[in-house]
């Protein structure tokens, strides 16, 4: 049934959520957003599967939400005490090599699909956003900047939805949001120096622009002659969506991205 995959994800998100307590301690305001975080996935993650074609969660997406659950350690984690930093450092590490998995699996076990992939890029922008903004509150409020970079892209498209067009496939995106993930968790441990960390983040930042500034300049001179028109969203995930009525989508807000296909 689709509900299975989304009602058991919230059941382990919040058996992980207990454990934590356990371990190192969460507070109010980590209870609260862990708790807040994991019952929006199960809903949105149900309403998804409803519209999508698929109707089942597949051997890929199972640990896409494996990885989903870890970014909503993350997220209660980075509201709570300072003594979580090692936690943090590790689940956003464990989420990062998992990336690498859910595609991998997908095409091997031919259960590729665009609810896949858009599930895979909505966690992996929201970990960079998570990290980013926890990063921000000791090393600068322009870092918080990465992790929103998608996110103001999405709410541009609405006032501009030229922007939702399709763009060509880039493995460079890949290679960007890779380091953006990196580059987030190293800094998040606090054991670099300042100056260093400054330097890197700045650099992630610009890397960012750049891909995100090259598909902007790409679909602006599409616009006269291959304006894609798409479909109503599928999935909202703030302002963006895990499927376009069932039909696949690289936008240029997909960043990152689980690469579902076939080759």
């Known amino acids: 049934m689709l509900w299975t995959g989304p009602v058991s994800g919230l059941a382990v998100q919040t058996g992980v959520l207990l454990a934590l307590a356990g371990l190192v301690g969460l507070t109010r305001a980590g209870w609260v957003l862990g708790l807040g975080y994991a019952m929006a996935l199960t809903g949105l993650l149900t309403h998804g599967l409803r519209r999508s074609e ?31 930093v090692r936690m943090i450092v590790a689940i956003a590490a464990l989420a990062l090599l998992l990336d690498a998995v859910d595609g991998w699996i997908a095409r091997r076990t031919g259960t590729a699909s665009p609810l896949g ?13 998570v990290l980013a903004i926890y990063v921000a509150r000791s090393a600068g409020a322009w870092i918080a900047t990465i992790g929103l970079m998608r996110y103001l892209y999405a709410a541009a498209g609405w006032a501009l939805p030229w922007l939702h067009g399709r763009v060509p496939y880039r493995y460079w995106r890949k290679v960007v949001a890779v380091v953006q ?46 304006l894609t028109t798409l479909g109503r969203l599928a999935f909202p995930v703030s302002a963006g969506s895990l499927a376009w009525d069932g039909q696949p989508l690289l936008s240029a807000g997909m960043v990152a ?4 296909s076939p080759s």
Request: glycine content about 10%; some cysteine.
């Open 117 to 129: 992939a858009r599930f895979d890029m909505e966690v992996d922008s929201f970990l960079l956003l």
């Open 181 to 226: 993930g990196i580059v987030l968790t190293c800094a998040a441990t606090g054991i670099f120096p300042t100056s260093l960390m400054h330097i890197a983040l700045g650099a992630a930042l610009a890397l960012l622009v750049e891909s995100f500034g090259r598909d902007v300049v790409w679909l602006a001179a599409q616009r006269g002659t291959h």
């Open 257 to 260: 991205g689980r690469d579902d």
């Open 54 to 84: 698929q109707g089942r969660l597949s051997p890929a997406d199972w640990i896409t939400l494996t990885r989903a659950i870890l970014v909503g350690a993350v997220l209660a984690l980075s509201a709570s005490v300072p003594g979580s």
